[in-house]
């Protein structure tokens, strides 16, 4: 199995709402990672995960929580967002950090009204 | 700074010819490549990886190519179909050798 899957595919939030992101692997992979795309760009780094402990935060704001709740599961807790941060949000994989390939999910478009 | 780029955002092609995607990169101690391809409303998917002690790899009718002298990697696709048409980013690791820095991407056309 070297799926990675997300839920919800599309989501629909006010600024005032609470919602979450999933991602989860069954590979036996140690490392994890959220990337946010907008469109027509290349995926940006937000988080990163090592051994279910954040090792990386690209200066992310905190509307956006991550949690790694175990090796195969990685969420990502949004609350208070801005429309701006409507983008396609991408969850990937790695067997460690470092020069490992990284397989992605198919993202969880986002729209913030 | 870090930083990945590509020289052309498209490029568009015949079916059966063969695509040349090229890519440049600015830290010189990357030791790590990779290119992905993402057809629209899906994730990116891995192509073909190179580590920076080879200078080609081939892979099914793909072939990277790296030159470190002028820190330079390019993609080619042999005999393009329909079903290549996407978007192809190339990506490195980054100084840390932690995550990886995606250049801007070259949409792909194919043409039949």
């Known amino acids: 199995d070297t799926e990675v899957t997300q839920t919800p595919k599309h989501l629909v939030m006010g600024m005032t709402n609470k919602k979450s992101l999933k991602c989860e692997q069954h590979?036996?992979?140690?490392?994890m990672y959220w990337y946010k795309q907008k469109a027509k760009k290349p995926p940006e780094l937000m988080f990163v995960?090592?051994?279910?402990?954040?090792?990386i935060n690209e200066s992310v704001p905190s509307r956006f929580s991550p949690e790694c709740p175990n090796s195969s599961l990685l969420n990502l807790h949004l609350h208070a967002l801005q429309p701006e941060d409507s983008a396609l949000y991408l969850c990937?994989?790695?067997?460690?950090?470092?020069?490992?390939?990284?397989?992605f999910g198919p993202g969880t478009r986002l729209t913030v009204t | 700074g870090e930083n990945v780029g590509l020289h052309l955002p498209t490029l568009s092609v015949q079916e059966g010819d063969n695509s040349i995607i090229n890519c440049a990169y600015s830290?010189?101690?990357?030791?790590?490549f990779i290119w992905y391809k993402q057809e629209s409303g899906k994730g990116p998917q891995f192509i073909i990886d190179?580590?920076?002690?080879?200078d080609k790899r081939q892979g099914q009718r793909v072939t990277v190519l790296l030159n470190k002298t002028v820190k330079h990697l390019s993609l080619q696709i042999a005999a393009t179909q329909p079903g290549d048409s996407a978007v192809y980013f190339c990506?490195?690791?980054?100084?840390?050798?932690?995550?990886?820095?995606f250049g801007k991407g070259t949409t792909l056309s194919v043409s039949s």
């Open positions: 190179i580590r920076s002690n080879m």
């Open positions: 830290n010189s101690a990357s030791d790590y």
């Open positions: 590979m036996g992979h140690r490392a």
């Open positions: 995960y090592s051994y279910e402990k954040l090792s």
């Open positions: 990506a490195e690791i980054d100084q840390a050798g932690t995550a990886l820095i």
């Open positions: 990937a994989s790695s067997q460690r950090t470092g020069g490992f390939e990284q397989y």
